[in-house]
């Protein structure tokens, strides 16, 4: 690997590391005191893929685990926007605050757009992994 992508490799490693500090802001929202952090929240919808996944032979396999590692990564720069951000601000607007971040965060990388096309998927649920991998982020956040 060269210098380069050691160094792009370096920073989005520092950049997702928030994602371990930031709290899950929709149940801090709720006056909950402990809450999980986003980062612990994306490894329950990885682990929840891992093995929901093992049930369906018919899925991409890695496209399912991607999909999930990648579903808030975004939030390492926007941070975790709760619904009522969503309400307020429009899904649209959300949703293309996220791929910016996303773009940010994946420049330079050799698969970015790879990455990108993934998220893209997730967000409008346009594949049986995608929208696998919604369901368990609503199912993982019931946990």
């Known amino acids: 690997m060269d210098d380069r992508a050691v160094a792009i490799l370096a920073e989005l490693q520092i950049r997702l590391q928030t994602l371990k500090l930031l709290p899950r802001t ?3 929202q709720r006056g909950l005191g402990d809450v ?3 980062a612990e929240h994306s490894f329950g919808v990885a682990v929840l893929a891992l093995i929901i996944g093992d049930q369906h032979p018919e899925l991409d396999r890695e496209r399912l685990l991607a999909t999930a590692l990648i579903h808030d990564m975004a939030e390492a720069l926007i941070g975790d926007l709760p619904a009522s951000a969503r309400r307020l601000f429009g899904a649209a607007a959300k949703q293309e605050a996220e791929r910016k971040a996303l ?3 994946l420049n330079g990388l050799p698969q970015a757009e790879r990455y990108l096309a ?12 995608a929208r696998l991998v919604k369901a368990l982020d609503r199912l993982e956040m019931l946990g």
Not at 118 to 129: C, F, K, N, R, V
Request: net charge negative; glycine share 10%; hydrophobic share 40%.
């Open 118 to 129: 993934l998220w893209e998927d997730y967000s409008q649920g346009a594949t049986p992994e």
């Open 36 to 38: 999980e952090s986003v």
């Open 103 to 105: 773009l940010e965060l």
């Open 26 to 28: 929709g149940w801090l």
